[in-house]
């Protein structure tokens, strides 16, 4: 997909959360305040950091698509992984990112790894190597690193 791809689906998206302001707008008879609609897109904007990440790992390890689909440790190295991901394209462009505690929080919510043992410490230690890797352009190594993580988690869970 070259960059022309990507422009025109980044114009629809565009175009529909324009659609989507005017429809609300008119629904409800008020427009949502720009200070609302900032914060609100500013979210969709690392909804979207996020969820390319997930697409970066499938796109660039074919066996990575077989791996997300074994439960636990699946889900477990697929969410972390793309999060590590997410931290260091945000950090390069300037983005907001979401804290450590935030990332725990988040990762607390998927039934598959609520039981995890995944402490705010334990992920800022896999963060701090795993984000060198990235930053070096060594996915392979995040991807690595953080699957070694995610099977002591899921084993010690077991």
């Known amino acids: 997909m070259g960059s022309g791809d990507i422009s025109v689906i980044a114009e629809d998206v565009v175009k529909g959360i324009l659609a989507t302001y005017e429809e609300l707008t008119r629904i409800t008879g008020k427009p949502i305040p ?3 609609v900032r914060e609100v897109l500013r979210e969709t904007l690392h909804i979207a950091v996020h969820e390319l990440a997930h697409a970066a790992l499938r796109t660039s390890y074919p066996e990575f698509d077989r791996l997300i689909h074994e439960g636990d440790l699946g889900e477990c190295v697929d969410e972390i992984a793309a999060r590590v ?6 950090e390069r462009l300037g983005l907001a990112t979401h ?10 919510h998927y039934a598959s790894l609520a ?9 800022r230690e896999l963060y701090e190597e795993a984000t060198k890797s990235a930053r070096a352009g060594d996915a392979r190594r995040v991807v690595d690193l953080v699957l070694s993580k995610c ?8």
């Open 115 to 123: 039981s995890l043992p995944v402490s705010v410490e334990s992920l």
């Open 151 to 158: 099977r002591k988690w899921v084993k010690a869970k077991s």
């Open 99 to 108: 804290s450590i505690d935030e990332h725990v929080y988040e990762l607390k």
């Open 85 to 90: 991901l997410e931290l260091v394209v945000s």
């Open 34 to 36: 720009a200070d609302l």
